[in-house]
C-alpha cells in the first residue's frame, strides 16, 4: 500500500527559533493528516490535524500547512523550547481507514 | 485523571510462550486500537475495535488476537509469540474512530516493551 514519508529523520535548532517539520504523502485520496509529538518514553500525543479542503490550520505555538498538488504537509512550531524535544509524525486517513503513520523526524533544540 | 494504563511495561519472554498485554481506559472511550512501533517503520496498526464485542484487523494483524468484552478493556493476545513480535507496543483509545475526527480525544498508553528470545 502507499506510505506517509517523512523528508528528514533528524532537525536539530536553536531554542527560540522556529521549527519546520516536513511530511510527504503518497496516497492522493487521503483527507485528514494529523501530526503527533512523542517524547522520549511515552506514547504519541495529538498536536494538530487538518482537513484536505484546508491548506493551512494554526494552533497554540503550531501551524500545519497542506499543499494537496505536491502531496505535501508540514508543522511549524514558532518559538521553539526545550519541551518541544521528541519526535514527531505525520499520519494520514483515506475514507474509513485506520491512520497511516510517517516514519518520525527527531527534534533536538538546543539550549 | 484520564487514562490508558498497559500492563507489563517491559516483558522478556521466549518463543512460543503464550502471552497477554493488557489495555484499560477510563474515559468511556468507544474506539480502541493497539499499535507496534519499530525503527524505520514507525507505528503500525495491529487490531481494533470500535465498541464491545467489535474487532477488527489493521495493517500488521497476523499472530494476534484481540477481544473487547468490557468497554474499558482491549487485550493483545500473542498466542505464540515469534522474535519478529519483539516491539514496542501501544494501546490506544478515543471517544470515535479517528476517521471521524476522534484524534483530538485520542489517549496513548505509555507502551509495552516486549522483546521474545
Known amino acids: 500500500g502507499e506510505s506517509v514519508g517523512l523528508h528528514l529523520p533528524t532537525l536539530s535548532v536553536q531554542e527560540g527559533d522556529n521549527s519546520i517539520i516536513n511530511c510527504a504523502y503518497s496516497?492522493?485520496?487521503?483527507?485528514?493528516f494529523i501530526w503527533y509529538k512523542q517524547e522520549s518514553g511515552k506514547g504519541p500525543q495529538f498536536i494538530i490535524d487538518i482537513r484536505s479542503n484546508m491548506d493551512k490550520r494554526q494552533g497554540q505555538r503550531v501551524t500545519v500547512l497542506l499543499n494537496k498538488t505536491v502531496k505535501h504537509l508540514s508543522l511549524q512550531i514558532a518559538a521553539t523550547q526545550p519541551g518541544d524535544s521528541a519526535v514527531y509524525f505525520c499520519a494520514e486517513i483515506s475514507g474509513n481507514t485506520p491512520l497511516v503513520f510517517g516514519k518520525g523526524t527527531r527534534l533536538s533544540v538546543i539550549a | 485523571e484520564a487514562q490508558v494504563t498497559q500492563n507489563p511495561r517491559y516483558l522478556i519472554t521466549v518463543t512460543g510462550k503464550k502471552l497477554t498485554v493488557t489495555c484499560s481506559q477510563n474515559m468511556n472511550h468507544e474506539y480502541m486500537s493497539w499499535y507496534r512501533q519499530d525503527p524505520g517503520l514507525g507505528l503500525r496498526q495491529i487490531y481494533y475495535s470500535m465498541n464491545v464485542e467489535v474487532t477488527d484487523k489493521g495493517d500488521v494483524p497476523e499472530g494476534y488476537k484481540v477481544s473487547r468484552k468490557e468497554k474499558r478493556n482491549f487485550p493483545l493476545i500473542l498466542e505464540s509469540p515469534s522474535p519478529n513480535q519483539t516491539s514496542l507496543y501501544f494501546c490506544?483509545?478515543?471517544?470515535?474512530?479517528?476517521?471521524?475526527?476522534?484524534?483530538?480525544?485520542?489517549?496513548f498508553g505509555p507502551g509495552t516493551r516486549l522483546l521474545v528470545l
Open positions: 490506544a483509545s478515543s471517544f470515535d474512530p479517528p476517521w471521524l475526527g476522534g484524534t483530538e480525544t485520542q489517549y
Open positions: 496516497n492522493s485520496a487521503s483527507d485528514y
